[in-house]
């Protein structure tokens, strides 16, 4: 049963490290079964915001509510209902594939034929038994989705999902947020691939310097981004 | 322990102990640092038979300690490398689960650095185990818990800061000299013999400080997660 009304809420949402604002007053809503695209150049905010959402990163002020529960007052919970693919595969290295994997499903309490069919579903089948510290990156982020695959989470936030990935894995990513919306997930997607993100995600939401600078549909993003250039 | 518990537990203990089997080259490394400082005690105390039998017990728990700061380190490294306890906090393990299982498996590996130095101890200092052997087994187990539990909290605490090599060290030594002390003693009575029947009061002394720290440890490493 996923959550009705806001997958996702975030409320003057601020992180500052040292004297610089990465996030200065987001405020943002998700329903569930719809999609969110972040964009802005580099340092904009959009993996801090990522990162606060998963319940990883401390805002400096603001509220956050991932489907239905405060961060700021059961982070662990919260935790339990997002994953997050970011830059690193959050993978242990000297594991291989299948223990990773393994790992994942005896925590959520799946089962073993879920594994493997996650692997299949991310074309890793035939590299189960080898270690990740010999995977490529594409196959260390293929590896994540796998992962997500199993955890079915209520929100997913996706860091430059398309990153690394050969054509086939980009259709393969396509696929996959369809299918998380369809599902009734919750889906945020930062990256700087706005024109292919655009076509397949709902809203956008443009950062500069850890504000917003544009909201509106995603499609109409990539439009606003070179109007904002120019 | 609720089941579930357990469970996460056991899966988080055998991740570690697999992790730990895969980087075998760091035990060995481990391994041979605990011999060289072993063997430079010896050094350093001389041909005096006498006092390197008499403190056998102190070198072997002091090669221990310091080795136990590579081991308890490394621990964490392994999690921090490509984020996965990133990955491990966004899963629905409880943070005490996750403790349990890394400290135990830290135990578990300095208890069998311990028990692969005694030997090496009895023929470097020239003694034999005139007292109890399963005496001298139990306060190694007893003495490693209490090393790993605070070792494994403040691992997590200094593993992403800057100078984490200097601060684990500073950080975990001033708090395990009761252990230390403790284990020494009760060690030292295992070898030598235990005629006034002291060593059963070392071994309470090592049980209480090891209750205090599996019980306070795994809370406080929620909250280090967290932050």
């Not at chain 1, 959520?108 to 594994?115: E, I, P, S, V, Y």
Request: proline share 4%; hydrophobic share 50%; with cysteine.
């Amino acid at each position: 049963m996923r959550t009705e009304g806001f997958a996702v809420r975030a409320d003057a949402l601020s992180r500052g490290f040292g004297d610089r604002w990465a996030l200065a007053g987001v405020n943002l809503r998700v329903r569930a079964g719809s999609s969110l695209l972040l964009a802005g150049h580099n340092g904009a905010g959009k993996t801090t915001l990522l990162r606060i959402l998963a319940g990883l990163l401390r805002p400096t002020s603001g509220a956050v509510q991932v489907a239905g529960v405060d961060l700021s007052k059961d982070l662990h919970r919260a935790r339990r209902k997002v994953a997050l693919i970011a830059h690193q595969g959050q993978h242990y290295l000297d594991l291989s594939a299948g223990e990773n994997l393994a790992l994942v499903t005896r925590l959520l309490g799946r089962t073993q034929a879920d594994a493997s069919a996650a692997l299949a579903r991310v074309g890793l089948s035939e590299r189960t038994d080898d270690v990740v510290r010999t995977f490529s990156a594409g196959m260390r982020k293929r590896l994540a989705f796998a992962r997500i695959l199993l955890q079915a989470p209520d929100v997913v936030l996706l860091d430059e999902p398309w990153g690394q990935l050969d054509p086939a894995g980009f259709r393969f990513v396509d696929e996959l947020l369809g299918e998380f919306c369809a599902d009734g997930r919750a889906v945020i997607v930062a990256t700087h691939l706005v024109e292919r993100a655009g076509r397949l995600l709902d809203h956008g939401l443009l950062l500069d310097g850890g504000s917003p600078a544009w909201v509106g549909a995603a499609r109409d993003l990539p439009q606003a981004m070179s109007e904002e250039a120019t | 322990m609720s089941r579930p518990m357990l469970r996460q537990t056991w899966t988080v203990l055998r991740k570690d102990l697999l992790l730990s089997w895969r980087g075998r080259a760091r035990i060995v490394a481990m391994l041979s640092f605990a011999v060289v400082t072993l063997m430079l005690f010896s050094f350093a105390v001389g041909p005096n038979a006498d006092a390197l039998a008499r403190h056998a017990g102190g070198y072997l728990w002091l090669a221990l300690l310091l080795s136990s700061v590579l081991s308890l380190g490394q621990s964490f490294q392994l999690e921090l490398e490509d984020s996965a306890l990133e990955g491990l906090t966004l899963l629905p393990v409880d943070p005490r689960a996750l403790f349990f299982g890394k400290a135990i498996a830290n135990a578990a590996q300095l208890m069998v650095l311990g028990v692969a130095l005694v030997p090496l101890s009895l023929v470097l200092f020239g003694t034999t185990v005139e007292g109890s052997w399963l005496g001298l087994v139990g306060f190694l187990a007893l003495g490693t818990a209490g090393l790993a539990a605070p070792g494994t909290l403040y691992s997590a605490m200094t593993s992403r800061a800057k100078g984490s090599d200097v601060m684990l060290p500073l950080l975990l030594f001033p708090l395990v000299v009761p252990v230390l002390l403790a284990a020494t003693k009760g060690s030292s009575l295992s070898l030598q013999g235990d005629p006034m029947s002291q060593a059963k009061s070392w071994a309470t002394i090592l049980l209480c400080f090891d209750l205090v720290y599996w019980s306070l440890c795994p809370v406080l490493f929620g909250r280090v997660l967290d932050d």
